[in-house]
């Protein structure tokens, strides 16, 4: 059985705090600069003979594909998109993902590194889904 809208919420809810979005986009755009700086040492590390070509090059369009997502994300969180939430919380759980299986496999720093940056990212960006208009509410 559907359920009706939320009468209790506000058409225009306020943001949790005034620094939220900011803090959210910056987070996202650190996880893009560090996304296009594994993607540059994939393609050098192929180049140089680091690892194989194919798998270098693969890893590193991979790589800069999703930076390109996290920076879109960003520039979406700034302007109170949708995109920039959904993928982001998304990506989050993908990260944390990576993070502890890093950690499991003895990439201890790295691997806490992408898991802190995960769950601060997941937090900051869970606290502006309220306050994101839904398309339905967009005049």
Same mark, same amino acid.
């Given at each position: 059985?559907?359920?009706?809208?939320?009468?209790?919420?506000?058409?225009?809810?306020?943001?949790?705090?005034?620094?939220? +979005?900011?803090?959210?986009?910056?987070?996202?755009?650190?996880?893009?600069? /560090?996304?296009?700086?594994?993607?540059?040492?994939?393609?050098?590390?192929?180049?140089?003979?680091?690892?194989?070509?194919?798998?270098? /090059?693969?890893?590193?369009?991979?790589?800069?594909?999703?930076?390109?997502?996290?920076?879109?994300?960003? +520039?979406?969180? %700034?302007?109170?998109? +949708?995109?920039?939430?959904?993928?982001?919380?998304?990506?989050?759980?993908?990260?944390?993902?990576?993070?502890?299986?890093?950690?499991?496999?003895?990439?201890?720093?790295?691997?806490?590194?992408?898991?802190? %940056?995960?769950?601060?990212?997941? /937090?900051?960006?869970?606290?502006? /889904? +309220?306050?994101?208009?839904?398309?339905?509410? %967009?005049?």
């Amino acid at each position: 059985m559907p359920t009706a809208p939320d009468s209790t919420r506000p058409a225009d809810a306020e943001d949790p705090g005034p620094r939220t +979005r900011p803090r959210a986009a910056l987070l996202l755009g650190v996880e893009t600069l /560090v996304l296009a700086a594994a993607a540059t040492f994939c393609f050098v590390a192929a180049s140089g003979g680091g690892m194989t070509a194919r798998l270098g /090059v693969g890893l590193g369009i991979f790589l800069l594909l999703f930076a390109a997502g996290t920076a879109l994300a960003a +520039r979406s969180v %700034l302007a109170k998109g +949708r995109f920039g939430i959904g993928f982001g919380i998304t990506w989050q759980m993908f990260q944390a993902l990576v993070g502890a299986s890093m950690i499991s496999s003895g990439m201890v720093w790295q691997g806490a590194i992408a898991l802190v %940056l995960a769950i601060a990212t997941f /937090v900051v960006l869970a606290r502006l /889904v +309220r306050s994101t208009p839904l398309p339905s509410r %967009l005049d």
